[in-house]
Structures are given as C-alpha cells and as structure tokens.
C-alpha cells in the first residue's frame, strides 16, 4: 500500500492551487509603485569596436529619465566567474571582464550597449531606437577551431588568444594513455558534436531594482534560482555594496534549468539604476531577448576513442573536447566542461586508464553555461554512443558490452577524480528490460516493418554527480564558492513550523516535499509545515537550487535542523515530565517516558517553550527554533538505463518516439509523483535536443534561432507517454536522507538512447550510418539514409 | 488614448488604452490579473491563452481595442463558485500536470476550449490541440494524462506512477 503521508507517500502539491487559479506570484507580476522601465539597446553584429555612442536626440524623447552607457559603469566591477580553473600546465584560465554595459567593444550580437529607464516600457524602447551607435565592425570569431588558429583575430584584446583553458584530467601521461591504445584489441572512434542549446524556461527573465533613500537600502526582485548567490556575487563583485543592506528576491520562478543561476547584468543593472534613477527600475525580457542574453547550453566538439581487449573489456577511453564558452565567462561556465563533464568520463564502467582533454574557447557568441545536466549531458553522449557503435563493431549485443563493463563493486574510485558511494548498475539495467519490455521488441519491429518502416531500438546509461558539492574539494578545484546549504526549522508556540530553507522551488515541488520530511521526523501533521524560500531576508544563507542538490544538500540541513529541534524539545518534555531525557521517545507527535504511561504532546511543549513558566531556565533557552548548515561529505551518484524505440520514415527521415523507458537509481525516494515529474521533464527535454532543437549561428556570429519560429521546442505531439521506474534503489551512503537526486538525470540519459535508437533503426534498414549530429531532424536522417 | 470596456469574468472593465496595447497586457498591467502569462514575443507558447466570446485566443495576438465589448474569461475565473478547483484545474493537481506553473494557465484555458469541442478526445487529439502551448518542465506526460482523466476516461492504465 502507498503511504498517504509522510516519506514515501505523494500527497497533492499544495503550490498548485495558486498556480491553477492565476494566483502565483512571479517577479513579472511584481509592480513597485513609481517604477520606471528600462530597455536595453543590444548590438545587432557580433564583433565591433565602439567607436562613439550619441544618445542626446534619445534623452529628449517623451518620458526618459537617464541613459546609461558603458562609461557610466566605469567604477563599477565587472560579472563575476565562479570558478578558476587550472590549466594542464599549472596556470590559471584566461579570465576577460564581463561589463555590465559594453566598455569598448561589442562580442556578441545581444551585448547590452546602452539602457534606457523611461516612464513607459514603450518610451524606453522609442528611445533606444534614437541612439546613435557608431560601431566600426571586426571579423565574428564563431567556429572554435578556427578561434584556435594561429593569427585569428581575438574577442578579447588583452587575452593572448582566444583559448580560456587547455585542461586534463585522469592520466596526464600521453605516453600511457598512447600505449593502452598501441596494445588495444580494437580501438572505436567517434567524432561528435553536443549542440548548442538554449534552456528555454517558459518565465522570461525579469528584474525588478529598488532603493529606498531612507534607510539606504536595497530590494532586487529576481527570476533566481538562487537568490543569496545573487547577491554575493552583485555586492562583492559588482556593485560593492553591503550584503545586509540588499534583499534579493526570488518569488515564484517559471523553470530555471540552470540558465536562472547566474548573475547576470540586467539584475545588477536595475539594482544600480534604481539609486541612479531614484525610482524603482523594472526590466522584463522579451522572448527575443532571452535568446541572446539568457547564457545557453551544451556547445561542445568532441572526438573520443575507445580501446577494448580481445574479450571485450575497456582498456581505455580518450576524449579531446573544444568547448565554447561564448563571449564571456557566465558565472558556473568554466566548471562545466571541466569538473561537470571530465570527472564523469568513467560513465558506469570500470575503465582503467582515462584521460580527457578539453579545450575552452571564446567566440562573439552568447555565453554558454549550465543548462539541466551541465557537463554530464556531454559525457554520457560520448560514451554511451561510443559503446553502442564498439558493440555494433564487435558484433555483440550493446546491453551485454554494457554489463560485461560495469562497476559493481563500491564504493569505487574513477581514474577521473570521483568516488563512486554506492550503485546496482546490473540491477537497475534488469528494471529497465522489465519496464521497457525488451523482449517484444522483435515483434514490434516486424509489426512496424510490416507498415513500411523502420524500428530500432537504443540503450544507454548514464551515472551523474548530484548533490553539488563538498566545499572543500570544489575549493582545490577552483570554486570560488562554498556549496553547502542551510536550513532553519522555526517551530512556532502553537506548534506549527515555519523551515526556512536556502534551496528554491522553481517547479520541483519543494513546498509539499520537504514537509514530508519535517513531518514524519516529529510525527505531525503535513500541513502543519510551512516552506518558506526565495527571500534573503527570510532564509539562511543557502546555496540555492541546481546540480540535483535540493534536497541530498538542503534537505540534509532541514534534517539536522530539526534533529536539533527534537532534542531541545526532549529535554523541555523531559523537565515537563520530571524524567530522564533519555528516557523520553517521540513518536505521531507525542513525547512519552519509556516504560511509563506518561506522556506530553509536541503542542504543548512547544507551547512550553514560548511561555516558559515551567521550564529549565537554567539549563536551555525557551522558544524553539534551530538553523543547520550542512556541507556535504561526497557527491551523490544517481544513475541510470534509458531505452528508446522509434520509427524511422525511410521515406521522408521523419524519426517518431514510440516508447521510452527509463529505470533510475535515485536511492531514497521522498515523494514518487514528483521524482516521476521530474523525470518525464528531463526526458521531454533529452527528446528535445535529440530531435528538434539546436541553436544557431551563422558565419558572419547572426544567430538564426533567435525564436520559438527558428528554435524548435518539443510539443505534445513530439513525445510519448513514458515509464519510468525507480524501483532501483541504492540509498546515498553519506546524507542523513539516504537521496541522491533526480532533476537532471532525464535530460542526461535520454538524448543517447534516441540517437541510438535512430543509428539501429537505419541500420536494421540496410543502411550503412553509424553517426548522425543532433538534432536529428527528418533532413539529416534523411541526408545520412542517401548520403 | 481610446477606452475600451470589456466583460473580464463576468465584472465590468474598462481602460484608456494605447492603440498598441495588447490584449494580454490590458489584463496583466491595467486590470493587475496577473494570472495570464506572456511567454514569447511571436505567438507560439500559448502561456497568454484566455477565451474571448467562448474561443481560446492566445491573449498577446489580439489588440485590447479588438476585444472591445467582448466577454474574456481568465484563469482567475475558472474555479467553482465555493472556489474549488474545477474539474480541469482538479485533474492538473490530481495528476502533477504542472511544474514551475507558468504555462499553467494558458493549458489549462486551452484545455477548456477543447473538452467543450470534444468532450472525449483522443491521446493524439490531445496532443495536436496542445500545438500551441509550450511547457518546459513537465515533458508533457501528466498535462495529457490530467486532460484525458479531466474528459472522465480512465487514465489509470496511462504508465508511470
Ligand atoms: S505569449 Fe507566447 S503565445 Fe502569447
Ligand atoms: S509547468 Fe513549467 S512550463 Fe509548464
């Protein structure tokens, strides 16, 4: 029987009811009484020196109030990276300042050049368009190998060139790594390409800057995913000013998928332009806007080799990786190719010899960053499609290659830098042929065959790193951020609780899932638990919402909380009683003296606790309320085997998802339909990349997949129903929760398993192709069945 | 600036508006209904969908002059009298077809429009009345389930969960 409550059980959410009747609060729907809007004037080239900027005629115009340029943010920091990483020879990226507004140059079509703040968000963009920039144009640096080249012409005049970083990681030796391959049985190579994505969430950004003379403080309500990193980042970085005169904001957030995380000029932009103006400034960005500032996704050129012995066991794995990192570097970027991407090199196998090279590079193109996986979308890509075409190669049967090559013994060290806790790879790859029904597979296809098409089936893996991150190894590694996260459990006399929590909700359902928690611990009620995130004035300082860290992190913090709540109320239970504290037991919210009928309910002890006239003054401080800060031992290790199957039109190329399967080890579950939620989003949006999205630039640095016309999001009628399984179930070894996350795992297993499916499809077709680049829209396959 | 009056779930408005003053931004700016989203700047994600005079519109292709004397009716006006959720906006909750919640309002007002077309649609038909309303987050699975289950079929076969 399914639980009705408490862990394990999914109660409805409760955030849904202002969601379905239009009352959620988003910061679009925020208005601060005499607030001006601002419209940003973006460059329309991808590579420009600003020769001059006239914005006389425009401060003339109906409504304006100020116009900022570059000059006007001279003083002022630049945004700020997040992470510092090392090169293969012991020194430091090259690290570009990122203006608020362009100082000098224009890098990418979308750079913010100058800001109108008018009375009318219509005045501001009239304005804008009066401006007069004189740009003298420079060459667009848009393929990476040629941004590479010797005597290209660099983005960044003060940078030696256009590389950011020449990384390795696992086996630094060329020579080991070189004869693993001289000795191998059977080398697979594969050159590929992981698209440049955009996140897409359906909330545009928004900013909302307000400053009050008065007390000299300021308000910056904000589409964040984290809104305490956001104001670290704007105070210490940017603006220089005093954490605890700033509050930053986060209400309800319409999906982030990473591309909310970062710090991003326009919040810094209000926040300052709120004082400069005296008046609250308000900034809602456009679709189109979205598509050249919000950072983008993916973007990685990769050409990996797999060595095997004669039985079929890997012996070694070789990547070399350019990836883009568009103009500047967005605040997590430099870390996703690296220590996103290298340290998952190892997949679900025992591997012994790794290396992996990456190259980080600069173009005049929108700056690229985490989006839903960050880094381990790209590694399993490679491997799981390298596999699949060494089995094909070898003639063996990919779930087999597979299994034949798993990890099974843990906790397991990677020759890439992790420690793997714990995994069932077998166990959880026999729920996915349950669930997936390979076994009829032969009869669908022949039915599918029968009506003139083409079936194939695809299978992959994929293991992640969730729970982001132990600060003291992201430290050695480069952050320059501690990852920890907290949580205050605020119980109030009456017994209710108020748990302030640094994660943010932005679709994952935190409001109904964390009471779950704090509920079952103390044996009450549900609704007796209320979440409160998204404020800097309310919550503890936490680290926000993504990386699959929610719950592993803060979650772990909201236990030790209220851990350190019960204890309290033991010893004031313990005094009301006249017993031992170690005689007191808690259980369905009733603390009693164990072998005793004594007993005293959680109400009035906590009623106790905030009228204590009967109490152990002299022993503990009345009220009730306790903070945890909880910083955590390893990563987690979700992991995971996907399969797809589709039909191939050989007609027309057309690729139709007809099932999709996937079986997830996500250790402990908290609330089942949420985990499921999570994991059908994550699919949708691997289907997505698989099949239809891409983005785009031409030669000249233009980007053609500026909207929802060019950029191709999935629809309804682009997927299935799935299955979803996470009956598999390692818990964590290191959180108080036994839970390791499930928000990205569906966006990094299920982009492989497509493309493998497609590659089988053609080829139960006769037809001789072992890779196509994604998106795999109906003219590639098309192009690649004929080419 | 021209007025215009309208009838927005069933209360008298009305507003000076600019000729250029979308539909979606007389309900969002001028009556402070917030409940209808704007999600693109070219007409495909469906977030801003409302009904006027009984037809789903998506609210930020229509100029708020256009709709001049019509009826609207809006996310906010779609609970039951006592304020429960009807029965779509029950089947969403029932059924987790919804995440961050800002396409939200515009599936659930397209959802609407549908079951009144067809009362018991189809998957597929489902899925192609879905074409244009984008979500993110919910890789569409339990917006069609909670569709399907709102018409009154069973959807208990429907895999996962
Ligand atoms: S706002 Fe996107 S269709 Fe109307
Ligand atoms: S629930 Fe977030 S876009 Fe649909």
Redesign the pocket.
Do not use: D, I, K, V
């Given at each position: 029987m399914p639980k009705d409550s408490g862990i394990g059980a999914s109660p409805k959410r409760r955030e849904d009811v202002r969601f379905l009747t239009g009352a959620g609060n988003y910061t679009d729907d925020i208005n601060v009484a005499g607030q001006a809007y601002v419209h940003f004037l973006r460059s329309d080239v991808a590579h420009a020196r600003i020769k001059g900027i006239d914005t006389s005629a425009a401060a003339g115009m109906p409504g304006v109030v100020k116009i900022f340029t570059g000059a006007d943010f001279e003083g002022v920091g630049g945004l700020p990276c997040g992470w510092q990483v090392t090169d293969r020879h012991g020194e430091p990226m090259q690290e570009p300042p990122h203006p608020i507004l362009a100082q000098g140059k224009v890098r990418h079509v979308g750079d913010p050049i100058a800001a109108v703040v008018a009375d009318t968000y219509e005045q501001a963009r009239d304005a804008a368009e009066a401006i007069e920039v004189d740009l003298e144009e420079l060459p667009a640096i848009v393929d990476m190998k040629a941004a590479l080249a010797d005597g290209a012409p660099k983005l960044h005049d003060d940078l030696t060139s256009n590389l950011c970083y020449d990384w390795v990681l696992g086996e630094t030796d060329d020579a080991v790594v070189q004869k693993a391959f001289d000795e191998a049985d059977h080398v697979t190579t594969l050159e590929l390409t992981n698209q440049r994505l955009v996140a897409n969430p359906?909330e545009p950004r928004v900013a909302v800057g307000e400053y009050k003379r008065g007390t000299d403080e300021y308000t910056l309500y904000t589409t964040s995913q984290n809104p305490h990193v956001i104001r670290l980042l704007m105070c210490a970085f940017v603006l220089g000013l005093p954490e605890h005169k700033v509050r930053v904001v986060a209400p309800d957030v319409?999906?982030g998928f990473g591309t909310k995380i970062f710090h991003y000029a326009e919040e810094a932009f209000c926040t300052f332009a709120a004082k400069a103006c005296n008046r609250p400034v308000k900034w809602t960005a456009s679709r189109t806007e979205a598509f050249m500032s919000d950072a983008q996704g993916r973007d990685h050129v990769t050409k990996i080799e797999l060595a095997m012995d004669k039985d079929n066991n890997f012996t070694a794995l070789r990547t070399n990786t350019l990836a883009n990192m568009g103009a500047y570097l967005s605040t997590f970027s430099s870390s996703v190719p690296t220590w996103l991407h290298g340290t998952l090199m190892a997949g679900n196998y025992k591997t012994p010899c790794i290396q992996v090279n990456v190259k980080a590079v600069f173009t005049s193109t929108v700056p690229v960053d985490a989006y839903r996986g960050a880094g381990r979308p790209e590694a399993t890509f490679q491997i799981e499609r390298v596999i699949d075409k060494a089995a094909r190669e070898r003639g063996v049967d990919p779930i087999k290659l597979r299994r034949q090559n798993f990890i099974t013994e843990f906790p397991y060290d990677t020759p890439v830098a992790l420690t793997y806790d714990t995994g069932d790879y077998n166990g959880t790859m026999d729920k996915l042929e349950a669930a997936a029904d390979i076994a009829g597979f032969a009869a669908r296809r022949a039915e599918s065959e029968k009506n003139g098409k083409l079936r194939g089936l695809g299978i992959n893996c994929y293991i992640e790193a969730c729970g982001i991150a132990p600060s003291n190894i992201v430290g050695m590694l480069g952050a320059r951020a501690g990852l920890y996260d907290a949580a205050t459990v605020r119980v109030n006399a009456t017994g209710s609780i108020s748990v302030m929590v640094g994660a943010h909700s932005h679709?994952q359902g935190h409001e109904t899932a964390f009471p779950q928690v704090v509920a079952e611990m103390i044996g009450i009620d549900e609704s007796q638990v209320e979440i409160v995130h998204g404020d800097t004035s309310k919550i503890p300082f936490g680290m926000g919402t993504y990386g699959s860290r929610s719950l592993a992190v803060c979650g772990s913090a909201m236990v030790r909380a209220t851990e350190k709540v019960i204890n309290k109320a033991k010893k004031i239970a313990a005094h009301l009683m006249e017993a031992s504290e170690a005689d007191i037991e808690l259980k369905d919210g009733m603390f009693s003296v164990a072998g005793t009928d004594k007993s005293v309910a959680w109400g009035d002890v906590t009623l106790t606790a905030y009228v204590p006239h009967n109490f152990p003054l002299e022993e503990i401080e009345p009220g009730l309320e306790e903070t945890a800060f909880y910083d955590p031992a390893n990563f987690t290790y979700p992991a995971g085997a996907y399969a797809c199957e589709v039909e191939v039109d050989p007609e027309t190329g057309k690729v139709t998802i007809e099932r999709f399967a996937a079986a997830d080890d996500f250790g402990n579950i908290i609330n089942p339909m949420i985990v499921d939620g999570q994991v059908h989003g994550g699919i949708g949006q691997g289907i997505g990349q698989a099949l239809l999205e891409g983005c785009v630039y031409d030669e000249n640095g233009q980007l053609l997949s500026g909207s929802y016309m060019d950029y191709a999001m999935p629809r309804a009628d682009d997927v299935p129903f799935y299955t979803v399984d996470h009956s598999s179930q390692t818990p964590c070894t290191h959180n108080p929760l036994g839970v390791k996350g499930c928000g990205e795992a569906g966006a990094i297993g299920s982009p492989p398993a497509v493309v493998n499916a497609v590659i089988d499809a053609l080829q139960s077709g006769g037809k001789n192709v072992t890779h196509i680049d994604m998106p795999l829209s109906p003219g590639r396959v098309w192009a690649a069945m004929n080419g | 600036m021209p007025q215009v009056s309208m009838t927005v779930n069933g209360k008298a408005t009305s507003g000076d508006v600019e000729g250029r003053t979308l539909l979606s931004a007389y309900l969002r700016d001028h009556l402070g209904m917030t409940g209808t989203h704007v999600g693109c700047d070219t007409s495909q994600c469906g977030a801003c969908v409302v009904h006027v005079n009984g037809e789903a519109v998506k609210s930020c292709t229509m100029f708020a002059a256009e709709a001049d004397g019509a009826t609207v009716d809006t996310i906010e006006g779609q609970a039951n009298a006592d304020g429960s959720l009807n029965v779509i906006q029950q089947a969403f909750q029932d059924h987790h077809g919804?995440?961050?919640?800002?396409?939200?309002p515009g599936m659930v007002m397209s959802a609407a429009a549908l079951l009144k077309e067809n009362p018991k649609p189809t998957e597929q038909e489902v899925r192609d009345y879905l074409e244009g309303n984008l979500?993110?987050?919910?890789g569409y699975h339990n917006i069609v389930k909670a569709i399907l289950a709102a018409s009154g079929q069973d959807v208990g076969a429907i895999a996962a969960e």
């Open positions: 359906m319409g999906g679709g | 919804l995440q961050c919640g800002f396409c939200t979500c993110r987050c919910t």
